[in-house]
């Protein structure tokens, strides 16, 4: 079983819906987690820190549940601008290291 | 901002070769990273290190070399080419290891031949 599990999609939605994400980890200890957002060809960049009660920054919201090991990630109001490739990025409890999802494609269309 | 270069974004090495990648970081972090990135396979992480002259096998070190003299840098080194490291590498730096933000370098997309 892959340590962090993402749809890879590609998602198509429409301009102005509404899209989620999901992910799941399997280490137990894992203690940070965070949503990077990756456009064609280029590097990988944080979108957004995952918190335990669940956070939101404009139209983006993360969600965490530990108990089911799940983060998630909601867009609204989708732009054109927000077509990427979106990363689960999961801490490895124990070990200073990142894991990273293959990630879940995003294609906003007009 | 934090800034993280790599030496190359493109690269053609023939089977065989040595080949050298570094990265620069501007942010005085004590923590970078090296990984490729394939398709369909996301980022594996192939060595990192958390101190000067400080490595630490990642998930696909074989291989693979690094060294890491100085602070700011961070050298990944392919100490015979082979076809199958034919990928896109990724250098990272954080302040804090795993628990904190990585910020990645542009990329240096190696193809052997």
């Known amino acids: 079983r892959k340590e962090v599990e993402q749809d890879p999609g590609p998602f198509n939605v429409p301009e102005g819906a509404t899209v989620a994400f999901n992910c799941t980890y399997s280490n137990s200890a894992s203690q940070s987690f965070f949503w990077y957002r990756q456009d064609c060809r280029k590097e990988p960049k944080l979108l957004m820190s995952?918190?335990?009660s669940g956070n939101e920054d404009g139209r983006f919201t993360a969600q965490l549940n530990r108990a089911s090991q799940y983060i998630s990630l909601l867009i609204r109001d989708s732009k054109l601008s927000d077509s990427a490739t979106y990363l689960c990025v999961v801490n490895q409890g124990g070990r200073r290291a990142l894991t990273f999802g293959s990630g879940t494609r995003l294609q906003v269309q007009p | 901002d934090v800034k993280v270069t790599q030496s190359s974004r493109y690269l053609v090495k023939r089977t065989g070769e040595k080949v050298f990648l570094e990265c620069v970081q501007d942010m005085d972090h004590e923590n970078m990273f090296w990984y490729r990135q394939d398709p369909g396979l996301g980022l594996r992480l192939i060595y990192f290190?958390?101190?000067?002259?400080?490595?630490e096998k990642g998930d696909i070190p074989e291989g693979y070399s690094v060294s890491r003299e100085k602070k700011e840098r961070f050298s990944l080194i392919l100490e015979s080419a082979s076809t199958n490291q034919t990928s896109m590498y990724l250098c990272a730096s954080s302040a804090n290891g795993g628990l904190e933000t990585q910020y990645f370098g542009p990329g240096t997309r190696l193809l052997v031949l």
């Open positions: 290190s958390y101190d000067v002259k400080m490595k």
């Open positions: 995952v918190y335990s």
